[in-house]
């Protein structure tokens, strides 16, 4: 049977020609009307069956995952959000980039304040040189853990992939579940000053598969035709979780991460930081029969707590025995802490010069940082009893010794369209304010270094100036792999490695030609990684750790991006019905 990088390498003398022959047509493409796409999502309480119990969770449309939202590049979508659930919400379009649409992004507090129980509110925005894999989900407490979906943004009308078409597109969204109220053990987290509880599943479009409880029949299935090639369409939606996947006997092909085209990579393992996509052909090339897919979690945290379950699917073959008569074969996954695997797989990635929309590394750089990002404490409230890891304090986390705190009377972007004052301050520090042996775990005998004052400050840039971000992974509290993502903007990862970064060595490293081009990106766990974005796009945009524990104590900062000199670069006035705090 032919292999997928067999395949591959024969359609691609005929994808040249086909590629060449639609540049021709790119013209009279872009003169196509864009159409309109507008969905209703009803958010509600909706009971479920899982893990042997019933559980009441938020959901939208009565689903889980909830619905998919299809559209091509250049379309317009129109989402009216009704909120019908017990608390407070707002809905990101994760990865859009909400091209002067901030006030669509959706982030609690930082580009509106939240869709009280009761109301509704429209999100409206166009799609703009982008497509690929996206993903929709709660950007309020932790009710992201079952308010998500899925994105496909298919290319323009008459443009094709730049690979050989797919049989079919299959979305596989990743997911984490709780046996349990997920709000309220978030609250209690934090009123505690600990972590959160470990997650009790991982799923698989929303179910959790047989090694579970009472799941033998949960399971997501995918059937195939032999010899056909698929489009999975990866998200790693889970909360608090990194992942691994893998399909038994079977090889992938990655052709985009984060809805950004990449050069063909073979691999028989992905692994999926919180909040990114990943696009892999799979060719349906094995002996009739029924494979299993599974995903683990990539535990990068030294001697911290996980859920160390696993959740799995299956493939199964059409002509193929019923797959609950014949043992489907599973895939060997690599250990929890298989930190080489996990970092040949994200440093093996690069961008399809060339490719559609693509945009080369911009070589002039108006705004260095170097930032800390890792955990912290904090002091526990007089007259409270806190559970956090020092006596006396709480768990905290950082970037730059500055604990994020999101403003509670009025939004971010509120404040910078309308020039209210007191809300922020544009003074976030560009290097640490200390400068020690980041990634030495003996800095956690230093207490005073271990606390992170709170505040909100934040970055102020020069609309289309070039930002370079160092980020540095540090050992307090413990080192992990953070997945950093950014609103509003796409960036190049020019490098990423161990240790402490190294100016006079580690930028002679930086790919400046093909860096892979992401919205999110795992910080290697005890060492670091550096981007470089364009600033383009006015508003207030959101960069924060996607773990969603780390989230509200601090793991977060943002910028502001000043408007361009033209009123095509200036961001337009709030929606008459944006939500009032």
């Not at 872009?30 to 893990?51: D, K, M, P, W």
């Not at 559209?71 to 859009?96: C, M, Q």
């Not at 997650?199 to 032999?226: E, F, H, R």
């Not at 250990?335 to 010069?353: E, G, M």
Request: a neutral charge; hydrophobic letters at 40%.
């Amino acid at each position: 049977m032919t292999s997928p990088s067999v395949i591959y390498s024969i359609e691609m003398g005929r994808l040249v020609f086909l590629f060449a022959s639609s540049l021709l047509l790119m013209v009279a493409a872009t003169t196509v009307s864009a159409a309109i796409v507008e969905h209703s999502f009803n958010v509600q309480n909706l009971t479920v069956n899982r893990l042997c119990n019933r559980h009441v969770i938020t959901a939208a449309n009565g689903r889980l995952p909830g619905p998919s939202i299809r559209a091509r590049e250049g379309d317009t979508l129109i989402i009216h959000v009704f909120n019908k659930s017990p608390y407070n919400l707002t809905i990101h379009w994760h990865g859009i980039h909400q091209m002067l649409s901030a006030w669509a992004d959706g982030p609690d507090m930082i580009t509106q304040c939240p869709i009280r129980p009761g109301n509704k509110y429209t999100y409206k925005f166009k799609i703009i040189k982008q497509e690929g894999t996206f993903w929709w989900h709660s950007h309020t407490s932790t009710l992201r853990a079952t308010l998500y979906g899925a994105i496909i943004i298919r290319p323009r009308a008459g443009n094709s992939y730049p690979f050989p078409k797919p049989y079919r597109e299959v979305p596989i969204l990743l997911g984490e579940w709780w046996n349990g109220n997920v709000v309220d053990m978030a609250n209690q987290a934090l009123a505690r000053g600990t972590g959160p509880n470990i997650s009790d599943a991982y799923t698989i479009n929303g179910w959790p598969g047989d090694l579970y409880p009472c799941s033998q029949n949960q399971m997501y299935k995918l059937k195939v035709k032999q010899g056909k090639t698929y489009l999975l369409r990866i998200t790693n939606a889970a909360v608090d979780n990194n992942l691994f996947y893998k399909i038994a006997n079977h090889k992938m092909i990655v052709v985009a991460v984060d809805a950004r085209y990449t050069n063909p990579y073979v691999t028989d393992v992905l692994v999926v930081a919180s909040g990114q996509t990943i696009d892999v052909l799979l060719t349906a090339d094995q002996p009739i029969g029924s494979y299993y897919m599974a995903a683990r979690a990539y535990a990068s945290a030294a001697g911290l707590e996980f859920d160390s379950t696993t959740t799995r699917g299956v493939i199964v073959y059409e002509g193929a025995p019923s797959w609950t008569s014949r043992t489907p074969l599973m895939p060997v996954l690599p250990a929890f802490n298989d930190t080489p695997t996990a970092h040949k797989f994200s440093t093996s990635l690069t961008a399809l010069v060339g490719g559609p929309h693509w945009e080369p590394v911009p070589l002039k750089v108006d705004h260095k940082m170097f930032v800390t990002i890792g955990m912290a404490l904090d002091v526990c409230p007089s007259n409270t009893t806190c559970q956090g890891p020092a006596v006396g304090a709480k768990l905290s986390a950082s970037m730059n010794n500055v604990s994020f705190v999101p403003p509670s009377s009025l939004s971010l972007l509120q404040a910078f369209f309308f020039n209210v004052g007191g809300v922020y301050t544009t003074d976030f520090p560009v290097k640490p304010p200390v400068q020690f042996d980041y990634t030495n775990p003996s800095i956690n005998g230093d207490l005073p270094l271990l606390f992170a004052p709170k505040g909100t400050r934040i970055t102020k840039l020069k609309f289309n100036s070039t930002v370079e971000m160092v980020m540095q992974n540090t050992a307090i509290i413990g080192a992990e792999n953070h997945p950093m993502h950014l609103h509003g903007f796409d960036f190049h990862v020019l490098a990423q490695g161990f240790g402490n970064f190294n100016p006079a060595t580690d930028t002679l490293k930086y790919n400046l030609f093909n860096p892979q081009i992401r919205h999110t990106i795992g910080v290697p766990v005890g060492g670091w990684a550096v981007i470089r974005f364009v600033a383009n796009n006015p508003g207030v945009w959101f960069m924060h750790c996607h773990f969603d524990a780390h989230l509200p104590i601090g793991l977060a900062t943002a910028f502001v991006v000043e408007n361009g000199p033209t009123p095509e670069t200036t961001l337009p006035p709030p929606p008459v019905d944006l939500p009032e705090c």
